[in-house]
């Protein structure tokens, strides 16, 4: 089903497209790649390129780039004649869209760096090689062939790795700065639901800034003040206090703003409108909606997979009469090795991020339990692609947020002919069923199972949830982060609804360590991190000398992300 599809594409756009790659070669990866069978995380690339030279004593190099079109990540093989691995080197380049990355085979093999001022190297010479040395460093991205590349180590978190990691990002990357966590607002609360009577009605704020008001039955200057409990720098406000649906500046990061919202204050047009959802119970009703808007005119998007989660193999929900025996996960991957995953942002766009924000359900939850999609391609996992690499194949039906090649992001429900984009993808996850599908709730909004929406042990659905929306506003599109302090489904939907959403997604939930979002602002040569709830603060590390470590900006992660880098050229 998929095959045809996606050989047809790849065939297409692809041909000739990377060096040296053939139709046979492609069309040969394109059906290893459909294959009900076990393989290596290779072999679920289809678009990747390979190139074998020999060195001296019979080791032979085998130089993979998984997916040339995006130019991010290639792994180097020494191999034995017989195919044997003897080690395996993850690279990243830092620059894929500026500097070209291949294999030159004639004369010494080496690593041919295209660009500006061409460049060549040999990082697995000698018996102790640069890559060696770069693998003992304990850095997780650690520089080689002149900091023109990566190699990306597999680290503990420990805290000589810790150290080791603060003091490169302090030497490299952020110039000695120290990083300190930087609040406004006294309040420090970190159970799960906050909420507030209204205030006296002040009509701060504007109904033209930011991504755009939501809809309500109130005149600008008598919409409910609430008490937000966020720790976020507001302007036009007084501290802890926004009005309802309105959209505040974030000091010191053009282009980011926040919002506060209770779902009973959306306008009656919202909460009966198009689309169907449940009720609202009258605690969801009230809890607070804190969003952070992001101007994509200025932002790029990026997306990384924790060391751990989301895993390559089976989840439980799906019955074992869907799984094919043999295969240990859907995609018939088991793990990503020799791939190493990092779960952090790599160092060179370190100084250019702006926000990070947790990503999805962990493998465990991101299948199907119930409904008509148990019985779909093994259960529906959910998919997932870092850096044009897949790690796990993207479903139909649910939805996905990606980001092209050339930066294009995009929200929507994953087709079968979507796969004719594979190529272009730089990133991509997928999470669930939609929210928010062409300005109203998804059709599964209103069902739990079918939804696969989860929630307690006891299938209650209303709980701390984390969202994102797409949405357009006079010309500009807009990245929208909910997090919503107890929500249904229902309520998350009507939310994104009245904030005009053109399409919206559940991302994690249950605790803040799943619905994280940070804030990077640079001020007087010091980077400060503001947390959208004060007890997300909890998670960060400190270096000895008391500084914050901030979660994956400074320190390897677990779990998966999203971060907001500025554009190059934009200030």
């Known amino acids: ?43 679920l690339q289809p678009l990747r390129h390979e190139v074998t030279a020999p060195l001296k004593n019979g080791t032979v190099l085998r130089f993979i780039a998984l997916n040339p079109q995006v130019n991010a990540w290639v792994l180097v093989q020494l191999e034995t004649e017989d195919g044997k691995v003897l080690d395996a080197y993850h690279l990243e380049n830092p620059d894929p869209s500026g500097q070209g990355l291949t294999l030159s085979t004639q004369g010494r093999p080496a690593l041919a760096l295209g660009g500006h001022t061409p460049f060549r190297c040999a990082p697995w010479l000698g018996e102790s090689s640069a890559l060696d040395a770069a693998r003992a460093s304990g850095l997780p991205f650690a520089p080689v062939c002149q900091n023109r590349l990566f190699l990306r180590n597999s680290v503990s978190g420990s805290r000589s790795n ?58 600008v200057t008598k919409r409910p003040v609430i008490s937000t409990y966020n720790w976020l720098g507001i302007e036009g406000t007084d501290r802890g206090h926004m009005t309802t649906g309105l959209w505040y500046p974030i000091t010191g990061l053009p282009g980011v703003f926040t919002s506060a919202m209770q779902p009973r204050y959306l306008a009656q047009s919202v909460l009966k409108g198009e689309g169907t959802t449940s009720a609202l119970d009258a605690i969801e009703r009230k809890a607070n909606a804190s969003l952070v808007g992001f101007d994509l005119g200025r932002f790029d998007l990026s997306y990384a997979v924790g060391t751990d989660h989301p895993g390559l193999g089976w989840s ?20 990503a090795d020799p791939l190493v995953r990092l779960g952090m942002v790599p160092p060179h766009l370190a100084d250019r991020t702006v926000a990070v924000f947790a990503g999805g359900f962990k493998r465990h939850h991101g299948a199907f339990k119930w409904g008509d999609y148990i019985t779909l391609n093994f259960g529906t996992h959910y998919g997932f692609i870092e850096n044009g690499v897949i790690l796990s194949k993207l479903q139909p039906h649910l939805s996905t947020l990606y980001v092209l090649a050339d930066g294009t992001i995009g929200m929507k429900t994953w087709e079968e002919a979507d796969n004719a984009l594979l190529p272009r993808i730089r990133h991509a996850r997928q999470n669930g069923v939609s929210l928010i599908e062409d300005g109203i709730p998804g059709p599964l909004v209103t069902q739990w199972g079918a939804g696969n929406w989860s929630g307690s042990a006891e299938a209650e659905l209303r709980t701390l949830r984390g969202g994102a929306c797409i949405k357009e506003a006079g010309g500009t599109r807009w990245l929208i982060y909910g997090y919503f302090s107890t929500a249904t489904p229902s309520a998350m939907a009507r939310t994104f609804q009245g904030y005009g959403c053109d399409y919206a997604m559940l991302l994690d939930m249950n605790a803040l360590e799943h619905t994280h979002l940070a804030l990077f602002v640079r001020n007087e040569g010091q980077m400060h991190v503001e947390h959208l709830m004060p007890g997300m603060a909890l998670i960060e590390k400190k270096a000895r000398d008391g500084s914050v470590i901030p979660r994956f900006l400074g320190f390897v992660d677990n779990r998966d992300f999203f971060y907001l880098t500025v554009k190059e050229g934009v200030k």
């Open 1 to 43: 089903m998929f095959g045809f599809l996606y050989k047809t594409a790849t065939l297409v756009c692809l041909a000739g497209a990377a060096q040296g790659q053939t139709a046979t070669e492609l069309a040969a990866q394109a059906e290893a790649y459909d294959a009900v069978q076990p393989k290596g995380i290779a072999a």
């Open 162 to 219: 810790l150290e080791a990691t603060t003091e490169f990002l302090r030497d490299h990357v952020w110039g000695g700065e120290q990083i300190v966590r930087f609040v406004k607002g006294t309040f420090f609360r970190d159970s799960e639901m906050t909420t507030s009577e209204a205030l006296s009605a002040t009509g701060q704020g504007r109904l033209d800034l930011g991504p755009g008001a939501a809809t309500m039955d109130y005149e």
């Open 316 to 335: 439980p929900r799906p019955p074992y009469s869907v799984r094919p025996q043999g295969m240990p996960g859907p995609d018939g991957v088991k793990n």
